[in-house]
């Protein structure tokens, strides 16, 4: 068997099998985690989207519930049904009975019955006061579960500058295909 001389390695050539293993198994951790938050983000995406076995998420837009969670975070909401007990303490998101189409997330601080109707008595936890209405139990859309602090600001970054995103992704790819096809090959080609 002949040896091989060191100088006329390649740079590919000299990597040890170690070198190649660590890079190999960098690469394979890199795509897992990758496909790990495409996964995170389809489940968030599918139930906005109405599939009822997921979750849904809202972004926060005003620190009345601080310290519980911040304007900007991601909150994850169970979606409500009317066989969900409610309890004094629970967090759920709800329509807004005073104003249209504005969602809230506040605190439950008190339920009411009336006229054979269950209402919810809310309250932001940095709130003073508890809110001024009482709150329908049909207006209730989710119970809080869990939040992702400032995952709100980019989601709302990304919705609201995709294409912008798109066409820098396009130039990072553009500069990579550039480097990797076109310079090195004709670096190869002047050292030879």
């Known amino acids: 068997m002949q040896a091989l001389d060191p100088s006329k390695l390649g740079p590919r050539q000299k990597l040890s099998n ?4 660590w890079r190999k198994l960098g690469t394979w951790s890199l795509v897992g985690v990758f496909l790990m938050i495409f996964a995170f983000f389809l489940v968030l995406d599918l139930g906005d989207m109405g599939v009822k076995s997921f979750p ?3 972004i926060v837009r005003s620190g009345s519930m601080a310290p519980a969670f911040n304007t900007g975070s991601l909150i994850v909401d169970t979606r409500f049904t009317s066989q969900m007990p409610l309890k004094p303490g629970e967090i ?20 009411v019955h009336k006229n054979h109707k269950v209402f919810i008595k809310t309250k932001g936890e940095a709130n003073k006061y508890p809110d001024a ?3 329908p139990e049909s207006n209730i859309v989710g119970v809080y579960h869990f939040a992702i602090p400032l995952l709100g600001y980019v989601i709302v970054f990304i919705k609201t500058r995709w294409l912008w995103l ?18 090195r090959p ?3 080609e002047i050292k030879s």
């Open 186 to 188: 004709a670096r190869k």
């Open 56 to 58: 849904i998420t809202y």
């Open 166 to 183: 798109a066409e820098m992704v396009a130039g990072f790819v553009a500069i990579y295909v550039v480097l990797t096809k076109v310079i």
């Open 92 to 111: 759920v998101t709800f329509a807004n009975p005073v104003q249209q189409g504005v969602l809230l997330t506040h605190q439950i601080v008190g339920i």
């Open 133 to 135: 209405f009482l709150t």
């Open 18 to 21: 170690r070198h190649r293993r």
